[in-house]
Structure formats: structure tokens, C-alpha cells
């Protein structure tokens, strides 16, 4: 009996330890063996593609999307969506630039990245608290972000003429885009939340049965607020980098970016019924999408095709994706 | 309608056997309904009941037996199938389009048309009017069907039923959602339709309803039928010990010694679920709540987890009047509840095992700023351990696991707590037999540890052997306390099921 | 898995080859050279930086040169023909090979499509930006890169080549001055904007404003955004009406928006009041409303300098000085074109056929 015992101990924890990675990674392989078929053929195609220069600038590009997709992402987990994520991403670029005019970087950075998140925060109240279904909440504010922004600039961009901000979006440090080290750092950040908080596993719980998860004591609405916090947090965030690489506060800024992030989520292998996926998928997501856009712009293939090839792609890679979680 | 055709049953069913992944739910069943005939189905919770209605009507189709419909052989691939041989079921819960018009639900999907292809209003509203009188009873076929009341969105039902020409009729449950003085109505309906030449099969828990309406009456347990026989010719007694069948050895009084009262809930009212609630259990006690389905027992277990607000009552937990605001709130309490909606409330299907049994009490593994890996492995460790879930990796999915598995992990899921007061509701729904004792066996030990444990079931033989005393709830009110020694499953379906 | 890799693969490699297929034809516009060198001749500034049919020596090597083409967007025929000229131009030299970007106008889209011509090598970039200041980053690379850049329309507060545009102030002057003639100085007017806070329609509207400001006993009534396109201004149109018994003339900054008014003028029956329209684009269609008598004028802003930004690439990398290059308020050299003059009923005959587009005008619903 006691034999049995010890040998029944040291198989359960053989299954625990060998399973964690293993299964998370399974789970993310079909979409980084995507990504990385898509360099293959990329590098074929273009000998310019696998160039240093190139691929940093291809994460410059998608730095934009890339932090956005990750708050979405946190979103898409409870099985939520936040539609006004390019009106918020508007609305703190014009924010950032009318603040940097008079204040400089120490007071518009913090502001513009706090404007953000309260709007957030409104989606989150609305959403958690009023019951209001998240697609109508935020489609809502949608419209209500972006008229503010149009109302604070009279329409007109502002012209951002801070240099040192300037750095901020066209920079590089160590060699990388800075762009690129902020869309890294959310990544991480992100990651590290959903994984080793309280808050991050509660996200999955509530997506995958919100029920169950209220009955479980997990405080549902708290969390769910708190995920349109996160998501315009990453928005007000995507702005900065947006105003500082573009050095205009412009309020059509973002138009249609929520698609955009959405997309790179749902590439990225995040179920839209919530509970299923990660931000790391979410980055190969942008990459994807990105790295496309690339080298279709680097072979010159027709604009329009473009387009078209974006779209196949989104479609293409969710029912390969359903099809594979299936079997 | 000549004698000779009233002979032949509208409806016969011929050893009809059905089972769903191994577990036989139906064998051997044999039922024919005769013109004019009230015929009714009794049995206890799970005795096969609802499996012969959906194959009646068409939802199942069974794996052997056969079904003749005026005499001739029939298979019932669809309910369409079974609408179109003249077999309707009405649901206990009602199905009409609440923004329709009630001729409109009427005749929905086979609308009267005009010549030019339009359904045809007043040839609709004249059929309806026609139906309704039939059944006599006064409704204005053009009312939306959300705005009726409950009884006559149920004559509703049954108009459109007729005007499928049915010739066989299956209501089940219809008076579970009446109140006793329409259930007087329906049964005014019910022989006007008698009348008409029509079959009726009749299901119903309230055995007092069997002996105003019915004709002949079947009884089922466990899949079987176990009688058959004129209503006039028999008794409750007869129909008790027909649905119960087997006499339990009297259980070996338990030696357990209760301690302090743990848990004391006083007058617990929910408007329109239950009403003055009363019972308590003590540490190291297990009291069974007992009931029919619709009884209110998973309502008191809601309320006292502050998913509902009582209007009125108390809840007092360890001597000390609580209010409790919501499971994490009862969680500190050291209350903890195991659904009986595993599916819907309890499993975080498409996550992990380990995730699925730490989620209850992340507190538990954490300590600023991160979760604690080591914490939580070790406590996933000795639950798989304790439980004896079995699994090939607690990374698996949950919803790969049998349901036996994945009750052991829903019930590890509310150790995580270490609950002083544990509510089980329904704890071996769609489990096997062996997963099934080894749930028993682990009760048995948590309350020998001195927890406190409330135990809703609808098994009877559950209740039996594991109570120490037991609470029978009928229609939201408390029927009847018994200790173990007065309870038996007799006892229980009296109080539950007899009208007082 | 595999089969998630084969899809992918099939997607990237279907979606290069049917641009192959189509090779005959020219992206986006959709023509044939031949068809686009017959209509060379007709383009309005063939004169300006004039460049000899034939393939294009640099210091005597006639190898392949490549131009990057980055468009605000295709959404507007205006757009679609600005490359047409352009495109006319390059098919007049064999070697030279055309790429060109949809900014599907949104600046950041437009600031990496600038960054990918980089990366793929091109020898010279055109570039017609969304907007002017969320440009200069791109602007910038591209002449760190010592590359030429030409913008076109639009200009960019930084370094350049050249900006070669039109001013919209000027041609907003000529058309508002017309109206306030019309309206003999005086009366009530209603203006349907571009897409607000873009360029073009903040500069239509300074120029409208210049001209009010000499003419107090014009009253503009109320302002509001037509998006360059009709729809919006069919319900602003038919608001005011409803709101203003008086309304003397229209100004828009588009010539869709314009025929949009029109449309709620006829549906609101006001057509016997002979409000007037005074509208912007200068396309084929917009010449014949004219000599209908919908439109009292039309600024003439052609889209038809694509090709003289290409020639003005060529002429720097061929090292040829640019005659009539100007230093301005701006960074870099801008050359000025010689001002359209505003269609008006007298002059609208001459000019039809001359404008862009080769579709109708939306019958006038008042004739």
C-alpha cells in the first residue's frame, strides 16, 4: 500500500510538471507554424525581406495594432469585445498633442495615457455594471470618443513639434525601434498578468463560464470592468506611439483600427466566446497580419489585391483554427 | 366514431429500449393509448419518463421496440414526423413566440394562404376561433402570446396542437405551471377532449391528479415498467410501492456525533420560489433535502449562497445572523456550494483541471504580487490524490473528463475553501455507479472531519443513505422534517408528492 | 496543422500570381498602355518638365529604374486619375517600373507603405500624403535615404524635392468671388464642407472666407461636413431647408456633394427659388452641369499632375535641373502651375473634355 502510494506521488507529479508548457505551447504551434511558413515564402519572394532594416521596420509597423490587440485580447478572454478601441486610440492622440504644446512630455504622457484609461473604465462600468452588452457599449463610445476628439481639435490636426517625443515613435535604442520595445514591453507585461495574477486567471474563468465563475466567488463584475480599464489603458497607449511617429495629433487617427486589433486576436488563435488563447498568440497575430501587408507591399502586388488578400487571410486562418481545436 | 375503431388504440408502443452511452434509460417499455383514454405516466425522478415522451414525439428514436399509430408500424425520425402521424407533445415549458399573435402561433408553419400567396388573416383568425371553442374557452385569437396569462398560453398550445389534427396528445407536466384553481380548467379541457375521441398521455408527479383524470395509469422505475392498471382499480399505495419497488434494508444507524449547529436557516423567504424555509445542520451532519423537481430545494441552496435576496428570514451561521452578499462572501463564511448544473454553473469547460479546481480560492495561492505555481500544484496534487480523479494530465482539458471526473474536480473545486458548511446539490447527477460510491464514501469522510453538509438529491436512495435527517420540500414550503430513523422512501414521496 | 500551412501557403502565392495574369493591364486603373498613351495627349501639363518618349539614361545607363508611387487613396476617381497621368507617363519609357501603394487614407498606413518602398529599393518616390504633418517622419526617411521625393497635392512641412500642388485658397478665391457676383453682394448662404479637419477643405473654406470678408451682406447661414461624398449632403440640404425659408446659394467643397443638394433641393420642391451652386473638382461631369446651368461654377482642381511628379523624379535622377523650381514658406522647392481658371458657364464648352472622369453628371432633378 504505501508503495503504491510513493508510485501513484511520482506519476502525479510527472503529470504535473510535464504538462504546462507542453500543452500551452500545443496549443500555439498551428499559428507560429503559420507565422513562421510565412517568412519561409516571404524570404523567397523578396530578397529584401529577411533584411535587418526590414524587420525592424516591419515592427515599427506593427507596433500600432500590436498594442491595441493586446488589450483587446484581455477583451476577447471574457468573452467581450471592445469596439471603440481606434475611437479611444483618436481621441488621446489629439489629447497628447494638445498637451504637449503647452505642458511638454512629464505631464502630457501621464495625462493622455490616464484620459485613456478612464474612458475604459466608463466601457467597463457600462458593460459590468449596467449590463449594458459590451458590443453596443463600446460601439457607442465608439462614436462618443470620436466626436470628443473632433470637438477638441475643431477638426484641425495639431502639429506636434516636440523632438524629444519625436524619439519616442522613430527612435531606436539598442538597435530596435522604440515603438517596437513598448509593443514588446505590453507583451510581456500582458502575459505576466494573465498568467500569474489572480486577475489574468480570472479573465479566462469568466470567458470560459461566466456562471460558473460567479459561483465560484471570483468577483465577475470587478474583473469585467476592469478589462475595458486595460483595453483603453493599451488604446491611450497605441496613441502615443501613434502621435509620437506621426508628430501630428490628427482625429481621424485609428479609424477602423478595432477591426484591425480584432483580427490580430482572432488570428492569433483567442476564441471569440472567451476563455481560449493568449496575448503571445496575439502577437504572432500582428506579425502575421503584418508581415503579409509587407512583403504584398514589397512585391508591388496590386492595392486592391491586397485588400482582398487580408480578408482570406482572416477567414482562412480562423476555420483552420476552429477545424484543429475540433480534432 | 364506431365501437369497433374505438377498440383499436390510437397508439401503441412495443418493447421500446433506449440508452445513452451505456446506461440503459429505457428497456422493454410497452404503452398503448386508446381513443377517449386519459392515460398517465408516473414514476420518480429519472424512472425513464421523459426519454418515452421524446420518443413519442419524435426527438428520440429507439434503439429497439416499435411504435404503431392507428394500427400501422410508424418510425418518428423528427418531431415533424411525429406532428404529422397526429402525436403532439406540450412541453412543461411552454414554447410560444411571445411577440406572435396566438393565431399566429397557431398556425405557425402552416399558415392558411389566399389565392395570392398571402397568408390569409381572417380564414386564420376564423380557424383559431373555431379551435378555441372547441376547447371552450374564451381568448382573443389576435392577442399577442406574451400578454396571456401562463393557463391560457397552455390552451394556446393545445389549439395548436389541434389544429395539427392530433390525434394523440402528450402533455407533460401541465399543472407543474397552474395555479390550483386552473388546474380545474385544464381538466375541464382535458374531457372535453376525452369527448372528442381524443388520446391523451398524461405525466405527472402529483399522484392526487392521476386519480381525478386519469383512466389507466403505468408506472415506471428505473427504465421498467413496473404496473399497469385502471386508475379506479388501484390506490396510492399501490402506485407508491409500484414507483419505489424495492424495500431498503434499514440503514445501520449512524454513530456520528454532531457538534455545534453550523448552519440555522429561519422563515427563508424568495417570492415566487419558496417560502418560510426553516431547518438547520449541525457540524458533522448531513441533512438531506428532498423534494420533487420544482420543489424550491436548489432555490434555498441559491439564497443561502446570496445568489437571491431573501425577503424575509434569517441565516445564521456558527450562532451569528448573517446577510450573505455572494459566494465569495459565503466563501470566507466557510460556506460552499456544488451545482447541481454542472454543465452551466460549474465547469470552466474549454480551461484546464488544475485551473478549474484552484479557481475558487485564488487567495489561497497568491501572495503579492503573483500567484504561487508551487502552492497551487501542491494543492491540485492532493486533490487529484484525494478525490482519486483520473485523468492523463491535470492540464487536460475539463470537459475530456467523464462526468464522475468532473464532479470530483467541482467538489474539490469547493474544498478549496475549506468549507465548515458544504452544500451538495445533486453531487452524482450523471455519474456512474463506481464514481458514484466513491463520492459517497468521500462525503462520508468530510463529515466525519466535522464538516457540516447539506445534501440535495433526488435520489431517494442517495438521501437514505446518507442523511442524518431529512427535509422534504413541496411546492416551496417545507412538507415534512424527518430523522433518519422515520425516513423512508416511502415516507419521502408522500410528503413530496401527495397532496397534503 | 499541414493543412493549415498549405492554405496559407496557396493564399500568399494566389494573391502575386493573379496580379501576373494581369500584367497586360495596369494596377488599379485597369488600362493598357496603348490606352494610356492616347490619352496622353491630352493631359493638360505635358508642357511642363517635358521628357522625350524612350527609355531613361542615367550617366548613360539605361537599366531598369524603379518609382514608388504612395497614393492618399483609391477611393475617388479624382485619386484614380492622378495616377492615370501618371502611369500614361511611364509607359512612354520601357524601363521604368511603377509601384504603387493604397494609403486607404490613414497616415499610419501611408508612413509604413513610405517605409516598405524603402525596404524594397526604389529609386525614387512619389507621394501624395493623407495629411501634411503626419507625414514628415516618412518624408524624412526618405530623403535620410538621399532618395528624390516629390509630393504631390498635398504638401509636408519638411525637406523635399519638390512639392508641385495647386492652391486651394487661390481656386476657392476665384469661385467665391463668382458666387458673390452672382449674387450681386448680397444674400444667404449655406457651405457643405469636405471632410472636416482635412486640408483641401480647411484651405476652400479660408479662401471662401477671404472673399466673404469684402462682402458683409453675404450671411453664411450654416456650415456643415458633406465628406467629399453625396449622401451626408443630401441630409444636411434637406435639414436646412427645413430650418431656412431663404437659402440664395450653396457652396461645397465637392462636386458630388454638390449634386447632392441639388437632389434635396428638387425633393424639398424648391427648385423654382434658383438657389445656386458653387462647387470644386473640375471633372468632366461636373464642366457639363455647369453648361446646364446646375452649377454656377466649378474650380477647375485637375488631378492631372501625376505625370509631371514622375518626369520631376526622372529630371533629378538624370541630375537636370527643374526650370521654374521655387524656394517658399516650406522646406525644399515647390513649383508652382500655372493657375486653371475656374469654369463658369462662359468658358465651360472649351473646357469639357478636358477634365477627369469619363462619367456623367447625375441629371440636374430641377430641369
Redesign the interface.
Known sequence: MPAEDTSRATKLAGLLRSGGLQSRLRQQIGVVIALLLLILVASLVSDRFLTVPNLLNILRQVAIVGILAMGQTFVILTAGIDLSVGAILGLSVVLFASLLEGHGLAVAIPLGLLAGTLVGLVNGIGVAYARIPAFIMTLGMLSFARGLAFIHTGGTPIPILNENYYYVGNGYLLGIPIPALIFIATLIVSAIVLRLTPFGRCVYAIGSNEDAARLSGVPVRRYKMLVFVVCGFTAALAGMVFSSQLSVGTPIAGQGYELDAIAAVVVGGTSLFGGKGSVFGTFVGTLIIGILANILNLTGVDPFVQQLAKGALIVVAVYVMSRSNRS | MNDGLAMHPLLEAKGLRKSFEGNTVLSDVDLSVLPGEVHAIVGENGAGKSTLIKILGGVYQPEAGQLLIGGAERRLRSPRDALAAGVVVIHQELSLAPDLSSQENIFLGHMPLNSLGVVDQSEMRRQSQQLFDRLSVQIDPSRLAGELSVAQQQMVEIAKALSFDARVLILDEPTSVLDRDRVATLFQVIERLKAQGIGIVYVSHHLDEIFTIADRVTVLRDGRRTGLERVQAVDQEWMVSCMIGRDFPPHAAHTRSSGQPALEVKRLTVPGEFEDVSFSVREGEIVGLAGLVGAGRSEVAQAIMGLTRPVRGEITVFGRPTRISGPDAAARLGIAYVTEDRKAQGLLANRPVWENLTISNLRRFYSFPFLRPRAERDFVQDMVKRLDIRLSSVNTEIRNLSGGNQQKVLIGRSLAVEPKILILDEPTRGVDIGAKQEIYAFVEKLVSQGVAIILISSEMEEVLRLSDRIVVLKGGQVASTMSRGEASEESIMRAAALAS | ?M???F???S???A??A??AL?QERQ??SNKTCDELLAFYDKLPFTDVLPLDEGPIAIGGDAGELTIGFSQTG?NHPWRISMLEAMQAEACRHDNI?L????GNV???KQ???V???L???VDGIVMSPV???????AARAVMAEGLPLVLLDRDV?SEKTLFIGQSNVTMAEQVAKRMAEDLGGKGDIVVITGL??SSPA?DRDQGMMNVLADYPDINVLVKGDGEWIREPAVRLMEDWLTAHPKIDAVFSHAEESAWGAQLAIARANRCAEGIRQYTFDGSNAGFKSVRAGTFGADGNYTPFIGDIGLRAVIYTLMGQDIPGKAEYHNAGYQLVLPDSPTVVPENAEEWIGRGWGDFEPTPDPCQ
Request: aromatic share 4%; glycine share 6%.
Open positions: 496543422m493543412r493549415y500551412s492554405i496559407l501557403l493564399a500568399l502565392i494573391a502575386p493573379s496580379v494581369a494596377p488599379i483609391f517600373e509601384i504603387v501603394l493604397d490613414d497616415v499610419a508612413n509604413n507603405d517605409r516598405d518602398l525596404a524594397r529599393g495629411e501634411s504633418a503626419g507625414l514628415v517622419p512641412p472636416k479637419g480647411v
